[in-house]
């Protein structure tokens, strides 16, 4: 089974400018999450359309693609830089696994497991899912949850709480039901990848906003990992800060 490790890493961010190049002790953000999937895959590229995460890739001796500054979604910038990797390299793959740039403690043995899905022939994408630990990540529209099928399939992704348990006090919803959390890792056949960056956005996605409702809509299933890790995505300053105030860092 051949896996390509893709991190898509942007510059502009409307939270955190420049967050792939924040200083995480000595190394940068993009560097660390680099070297963890490195521990994964041999083969890692990051997919960028800033010439100084570019060049900061380079710095470091990674692997990097330039792709279109136009791309709505990680997933459609993977595809384009999966393509221009096979093409300027000659490798062929079989599936491709969607890291995220601002986690960089992630942990190279969740993305094994992802990767490690693909050995059935039949699992099209996959993702990680976690059971959430408290109440306020079951209400939280920033937090989204997933039910899923005895095939260890996506069912559905929601931001509102799901599901939804009728004549029980919310306080105890997660004493009676587990509920489950995404982890946005993305993993994808390399074919499937190709197809589903030309579905059309569909009105649940653009209501959820949330782009693997899209792939349901239109027919691809979903298999699910379980972890009961989630990583330390950096999504402001602030998160960074608490970072560097809690863990030791070199």
């Not at 991190?7 to 190049?21: D, M, N, Q, T, V």
């Not at 993009?30 to 895959?41: L, M, T």
């Not at 999966?82 to 993305?111: H, M, S, W």
Request: with cysteine.
């Amino acid at each position: 089974m051949k896996i390509l490790g893709l991190i898509p890493s942007r510059y502009k961010s409307s939270r955190f400018p420049g967050k792939p190049l924040a200083m995480i002790g000595s190394k940068t953000m993009i560097h660390r999450v680099y070297d963890q999937a490195s521990k994964a895959f041999d083969d890692v590229v990051v997919a960028t359309d800033d010439e100084r995460i570019f060049n900061e890739v380079k710095s470091f001796g990674g692997k990097v693609v330039m792709t279109s500054e136009n791309h709505q979604s990680g997933t459609d910038r993977c595809a384009e830089a999966a393509t221009k990797y096979c093409k300027e390299t000659g490798k062929t793959f079989d599936a491709v696994i969607n890291i995220q740039g601002d986690e960089p403690f992630v942990k190279p043995e969740q993305l094994k497991s992802l990767g490690n899905l693909f050995e059935d022939k039949n699992v099209e994408i996959a993702t990680l899912i976690k059971p959430a630990k408290s109440s306020d990540e079951i209400f939280s529209e920033n937090v989204v949850k997933v039910v899923i099928n005895k095939l260890n399939e996506a069912i559905y992704f929601s931001r509102s709480p799901i599901p939804f348990m009728r004549g029980v006090d919310k306080d105890e919803w997660l004493n009676k039901q587990t509920y489950y959390r995404h982890i946005g890792v993305y993993a994808y056949r390399f074919d499937i990848l190709q197809k589903i960056t030309l579905l059309e956005q569909s009105s649940l996605e653009l209501t959820e906003k949330l782009e693997q409702v899209r792939w349901i809509e239109n027919g691809y299933k979903i298999k699910i990992c379980k972890t009961d890790f989630e990583g330390l995505a950096v999504d402001t300053p602030e998160d960074l800060q608490k970072i560097l105030d809690t863990m030791d860092v070199d």
